[in-house]
């Protein structure tokens, strides 16, 4: 009865409204995510669960989006004493043409860098990797994953 009262409550006083089914949805969900977690030892993709609920992975993402509480735009995401970084800044506006053609020349201009530089970028950038990683993963120095990078990005920065 407890429980019923506390999940009662819990639905009943969230800023959005979701649907119950879909809240149900979301703590199966999020229920059937622990367990694997504690099973696996590893994070379950959303295919895992979706499997387990037997029900479409689109419904599994959209059930355990609508139970997460909305966040305001001035929320700040970081801060290092004088600068602040709200949510608001990390929102970008697609409804302009430039942004498509932004994208073909910088497809464009990485297509032009070599093997080398395409690999360094991607295990920097994409794979987050530091430059010593880089290094060691490739076979050369840090400081010629340094100069490499950097006549890479002078590249695609001349061609955009």
């Known amino acids: 009865m407890i429980i019923g009262e506390i999940r009662r409550y819990l639905r009943d006083n969230s800023a959005v409204r979701v649907s119950r089914s879909m809240r149900d949805t979301a703590y199966r969900a999020m229920q059937i995510k622990e367990q694997l977690t504690a099973k696996n030892n590893r994070e ?3 295919e895992e669960i979706a499997e387990i609920m037997d029900t479409p992975k689109e419904n599994v993402v959209l059930a355990l989006e609508a139970v997460v509480e909305p966040v305001s735009l001035y929320e700040p995401v970081f801060s290092d004493g004088n600068d602040t970084v709200y ?3 990390q929102i970008g506006d697609n409804s302009d043409d430039s942004s498509w053609l ?4 910088m497809k464009e201009a990485i ?3 070599s093997d080398r530089e395409k690999r360094i970028l991607t295990l920097r950038f994409f794979r987050g990797k530091t430059q010593m990683e880089t290094a060691a993963e490739i076979g050369i120095s840090q400081a010629q994953v340094s100069r490499i990078e950097k006549g890479a990005l002078d590249s695609i920065k001349k061609s955009i």
Request: aromatic residues 0%.
């Open 102 to 105: 932004e994208e073909l020349a």
């Open 44 to 46: 379950p993709t959303v």
């Open 87 to 89: 949510v608001m800044d």
């Open 111 to 113: 297509a032009r860098l």
